[in-house]
C-alpha cells in the first residue's frame, strides 16, 4: 500500500513512530520492552496499515461504453466504481472526453479498453497523462470484421479533431501486431452468404481487409459468444487487481458465461427461420449481431454521411423491390435519412440500440424488433 506526505495514514504512522521513540528514550530500550503486551497492541494497531479499510474501498475502472460498464458490474459489483466515457447519446465514433473526465481519468489505476474509435486517439495521451494506470485491450485477438460495401463507414473524426496522423500510426501498428494472423485468413466479402451458413457449425467469421472494405467494425460486444470471451478476459483483470475478492467474481463470470450462452441459443433459435434475410439500418452497427445469426445488414449511411439525393433514391427503389417494412435507427444518430426513406416506403422505423445500458434486455429486444420487422416484410 502506498502513502502520500500530507495523508492521514501517514502522519498516523509518523506520530506512532515518534512516540515509541519517546517512550524509549523516557524508559529506556529494556524498559519500553517490559511495557504490557496491551500497550504495546495499542500502538502497533495505530501504526499498521488500515487494510480493511483498503480492502472496503472500490477498485475505480474506466470503461469506454455501456455495455462494458454492464458486463464490470455483473462480475465485480460494489468492489467496483465505474466512470463510463461514452453517455448515453453519444457516438463513440466522433466522441472526445471532456476535461473533467480527462482529470479524473489522471488517477484511474484501470482502463479496460474495448476497440471504439475514439480509445484508438485518445489512450495514448490518456496513458501518458497517468503512467500508473494499466490498459487492458479486451479486444485483442478477436477476429474483426470490417464494414463491407453495403455498410460503407467512414467517419472522418480524425480529420476534424486534426488527429490523423497519430490515428493512423497507433491503428497500423496496432494491426500489425496482433491481427496480421487473422486477416491472413479473411473470406472474400461475396462467399458471406456462404460464410453465415457456417457460422452456426460453431466457426469464427472471417473477413478480407481489402481495400473495398471499409474500417474495422467495433461493435463486437453485441456478438453474444465474443462477448464471453470479452468477460472472461475481464473477469481475470478484476481478479487480479481485486484478490481478496477473486472467489466471488470468478462465480459471478461463471454465472454470466452461462446467461450469455442461454441467451445466444435463445436467439439463435428465434431468429432461425430469417437465416439469408436482409435488414435496413441507418448506422451499420450490427453487423457482429447479424452475421452471427446469419443475417445481411445493409446501411442508409455512406461513408459515415446521410445520402445523397441520388443514393437516397436507390436506397427506397431497392427497399421497395425486397418488400423492406421497418427502418432501424439508433439514438445516436441522426433520423432524418431514416425517416424519409420510411415514409417513401410507409415502412416503420423502430431502434435497434448498440448502447444500451441493459446488456440482455437490449439483444432480447433487437431480436423481437427484426423478427416483427420480417414478419411484417413478409405479410406485405
Not at 487487481?241 to 433459435?269: G, V, W
Request: proline share 6%; hydrophobic share 35%.
Amino acid at each position: 500500500m502506498s502513502m502520500h506526505a500530507g495523508s492521514p495514514l501517514a502522519s498516523r504512522r509518523v506520530f506512532c513512530e515518534k512516540l515509541l521513540s519517546r517512550v524509549q528514550r523516557t524508559l529506556g530500550s529494556r524498559a519500553a520492552r517490559s511495557l504490557p503486551l496491551s500497550v504495546l497492541g495499542a500502538l502497533a494497531v495505530l501504526a499498521a496499515p488500515n487494510t480493511q479499510a483498503e480492502d472496503s474501498a472500490p477498485l475505480h475502472v474506466a470503461v469506454s461504453v455501456p455495455p462494458v460498464e454492464w458486463m464490470v458490474d455483473q462480475l465485480a459489483g460494489d468492489h467496483v466504481a465505474i466512470t463510463t466515457l461514452v453517455k448515453p447519446g453519444n457516438s463513440p465514433h466522433t466522441y472526445d472526453p471532456t476535461p473533467r473526465q480527462v482529470a479524473e481519468l489522471s488517477t484511474v489505476p484501470l482502463y479496460l479498453a474495448i476497440g471504439v474509435p475514439f480509445e484508438q486517439v485518445w489512450l495514448p495521451r490518456l496513458e501518458k497523462n497517468n503512467a500508473e494506470m494499466q490498459v487492458v485491450h479486451l479486444e485483442e485477438g478477436l477476429n474483426t470484421r470490417h464494414f463491407g460495401s453495403g455498410e460503407a463507414h467512414d467517419h472522418g473524426h480524425d480529420e476534424a479533431h486534426g488527429h490523423k496522423q497519430e490515428h493512423d500510426e497507433h491503428h497500423d501498428a496496432h494491426h500489425d501486431d496482433d491481427h496480421s494472423d487473422d486477416h491472413a485468413d479473411h473470406d472474400e466479402h461475396e462467399d458471406h452468404d456462404e460464410h453465415h451458413h457456417d457460422e452456426h457449425e460453431g466457426h469464427e467469421e472471417h473477413h478480407d481487409e481489402d481495400e473495398g472494405l471499409g474500417e474495422a467494425d467495433p461493435h463486437l460486444w453485441l456478438d453474444p459468444q465474443r462477448m464471453q470471451t470479452v468477460v472472461e478476459r475481464a473477469a481475470e483483470v478484476l481478479e487480479a487487481r481485486l484478490p481478496q475478492h477473486a472467489s466471488e467474481i470468478d462465480a459471478n463470470e461463471q454465472r454470466l458465461l452461462k446467461t450469455l450462452s442461454e441467451l445466444d441459443e435463445q436467439i439463435a433459435q428465434t431468429l432461425a427461420p430469417y437465416k439469408g434475410r436482409n435488414f435496413l439500418i441507418f448506422h451499420p452497427s450490427f453487423g457482429y449481431f447479424a452475421d452471427r445469426y446469419s443475417l445481411e445488414q445493409h446501411a442508409i449511411e455512406v461513408s459515415g454521411r446521410e445520402p445523397t439525393p441520388r443514393e437516397m433514391a436507390m436506397l427506397i427503389t431497392r427497399a421497395k423491390d425486397e418488400n423492406i417494412g421497418t427502418i432501424f435507427v439508433s439514438g445516436q444518430f441522426s433520423q432524418t435519412a431514416a425517416k424519409r426513406i420510411a415514409s417513401s416506403l410507409e415502412a416503420e422505423v423502430a431502434v435497434l440500440d448498440p448502447l444500451a445500458e441493459d446488456y440482455l434486455d437490449n439483444l432480447k429486444h433487437a431480436t423481437e424488433a427484426l423478427k416483427a420487422g420480417f414478419e411484417l416484410t413478409d405479410s406485405q
